[in-house]
């Protein structure tokens, strides 16, 4: 019933998945429509990468060395990469045994994205550092924002990495190249999403005001 007394249909909502962490951070599908949810919270629990399959089907897919799991891709061959916090590290998911795959050596990761050509893009936080990892495992830093927290990250249709920070609230674009330009600077402290449309339409998501206040992150 709505505000001005008129009935209407609600939307239709299927649970899929009842974690037995207190948070459920990330969400991610492969080519098969596997569903794989990362889990964990601030204290006194496990990260833990759950996986629901199409038939709705769901299971604590595998536990990591961690307390959260913020960032999860999977790759052109429906691998699974996990990324945790704090101390971030990523684990690439093999037959539900969590492999040490990239050490980015910083606190925070907060997101992840696969390019075309195969590269694995880390959106960090702490020194607010985009990595870029080899299908091997190897990498190093690939762009520095100058901001605290590169906390969001997609692709475009063309390859250049959306990033969003924080504290600033930026929407960066960065090429294959490693050139970055700022996009838009919004009155809001931290992007926390962003996305591309197929118009190549950007998206944001923000939160926290700049001026006074506490920041969302430290």
């Known amino acids: 019933v709505r505000s001005d007394g008129r009935l209407f249909l609600a939307p239709v909502v299927t649970e899929m998945l009842d974690s037995s962490t207190p948070y459920l951070w990330t969400v991610a599908q492969d080519s098969k429509g596997n569903l794989y949810a990362g889990g964990g919270g601030p204290t006194g629990s496990t990260a833990k990468l759950f996986m629901v399959d199409p038939s709705g089907k769901s299971k604590v897919l595998a536990e990591v060395e961690g307390l959260e799991i913020h960032a999860i ?7 699974v990469y996990a990324a945790t916090d704090p101390d971030g590290k990523v684990y690439r998911i093999a037959n539900g045994k969590p492999e040490l795959f990239y050490d980015p050596h910083t606190k925070y990761i907060w997101a992840m994205a696969f390019s075309k050509a195969g590269g694995l893009y880390i959106a960090t936080g702490d020194h607010g550092e985009i990595h870029k990892v080899t299908p091997d495992g190897k990498g190093g830093v690939f762009f520095k924002t100058e901001e605290t927290h590169a906390r969001a990250l997609a692709i475009d249709g063309t390859g250049n990495l959306i990033v ?3 504290p600033d609230g930026l929407i960066l674009r960065i090429t294959p190249a490693g050139d970055g330009f700022v996009l838009y600077q919004t009155p809001k402290r931290e992007i926390t999403a962003v996305a591309v449309g197929g118009d190549g339409s950007i998206y944001a998501a923000g939160i926290g005001n700049k001026s006074g206040g506490t ?4």
């Not at 891709?73 to 691998?79: E, F, H, L, N, Y």
């Not at 920041?215 to 430290?218: D, F, K, V």
Request: aromatic share 0%; proline share 7%; net charge neutral.
């Open 73 to 79: 891709a999977v790759d052109a061959r429906d691998r």
């Open 164 to 166: 969003g920070t924080e």
């Open 215 to 218: 920041p969302s992150r430290s």
